[in-house]
């Protein structure tokens, strides 16, 4: 499968969200709940045309930049070496932006459901699919763990990921577990991939003086894991 077969998958949910919209339209109120606090209250509305349209158009905007990135990432000889990874990240992605806008629209429409819930189930989920995929990117600027000390060194960029993999899905599994504990499952997401988000940036700045001071050639644009 070609590149611009699997992008066709993620624009194809784009259409299938425009579609969902100009069906659900004419039975939505005039003003639609697009927000929820942590307890799954209804928390924010927008009027019925932006909620119908502005989320399919952010999908599609989304895609269309995600496309476009790896032509002008200057590391892009490397993000054709996981090209299929890249894709399918977009494809989920626009999967998960998909839910969300489908969940909004059938809460809307009548069928009350813990709207929370289902979307820290969704984040966890996309949480974990990052996890899975971050020990297979090369080093890029657009995508995966970037902090000064990756983009400078193959070696702490693919250890750094390593360990982000395990500590995102863990993140995810923590997001999952925390449904069991009602409005606490939002603030256990949150803070789980917060925490992992620092942890990984501390561990990159470490690792990479680490093998400095040690003079590991690993160390410096371009080189070598």
């Known amino acids: 499968m070609r590149s611009v077969h699997r992008l066709a998958v993620a624009a194809g949910l784009v ?5 969902l919209s100009v069906v659900a339209a ?3 109120p005039e003003r639609v ?8 209250r209804p928390a924010g ?3 019925r045309t932006a909620a119908v349209w502005l989320p399919p158009a952010l999908m599609a905007g989304l895609v269309l930049l995600l496309a476009a990135l790896p032509r002008v990432d200057p590391l892009r000889e490397n993000v054709a070496a996981f090209r299929p990874t890249y894709d399918w990240f977009v494809v989920v992605l626009t999967a998960f932006l998909f839910v969300v806008h489908a969940g909004i629209l059938a809460f809307n429409l009548g069928y009350e459901f813990p709207f929370t819930s ?3 189930a969704a984040v966890s989920l996309l949480v974990y699919y990052v996890g899975a995929v971050l020990p297979r990117t090369e080093r890029n600027w657009f995508m995966g763990i970037r902090t000064p000390w990756t983009l400078s060194s193959d070696a702490v960029w693919d250890r750094t990921h ?3 993999g395990r500590l995102f899905k ?5 997001g999952v577990a ?3 504990f009602g409005e606490y499952a939002v603030y256990l997401l949150v803070v789980s991939v917060v925490t992992v988000a620092l942890v990984t940036a501390a561990y990159s700045y470490v690792l990479y003086a680490r093998l400095e001071q040690d003079g590991d050639g690993s160390v410096g644009p371009g080189s070598e894991s």
């Open 15 to 19: 259409a299938i969200a425009a579609a």
């Open 26 to 28: 004419p039975s939505l």
């Open 33 to 40: 709940v697009t927000n929820w606090d942590a307890a799954g």
């Open 45 to 47: 509305t927008l009027s």
């Open 118 to 120: 289902l979307l820290v």
């Open 162 to 164: 390593r360990l982000g």
């Open 170 to 174: 863990l993140a995810a599994v923590v």
């Open 178 to 180: 925390g449904l069991a």
